[in-house]
């Protein structure tokens, strides 16, 4: 009996080690992000159409939502981001 216990710890850790893998993925694109907004971006006018900025949304939506979800929101958002695109104000939530 206690085997089975100490077979079920074992995998609870593992599981614990792969969630917590898979979550700090997400700190790969938001350093790229980082990148270009310190060393790209003060050398580049600013174009975005939207408040907050099309890199700060990125950042925010990944670190939010996840890589995945996060980088779909960020693709529809510079979709949009094109001169017939009024822009304006647009929130992550």
Known sequence: MA???GKYKRNL???SWIKSSVYNLR???IGFIDIY?????PFTSPTCRF????SMYTRL???KYGILK???MSLIRII???PFHPGGYDPLD
């Open 27 to 29: 700190y790969i694109p």
């Open 80 to 82: 949009k981001c094109q």
């Open 3 to 5: 085997s089975i216990y």
């Open 70 to 72: 996060g980088g779909i």
């Open 37 to 41: 907004q310190k060393i790209i971006s």
């Open 51 to 54: 408040y907050p900025s099309c």
């Open 13 to 15: 850790v593992r599981l």
């Open 61 to 63: 939506a990944i670190k």
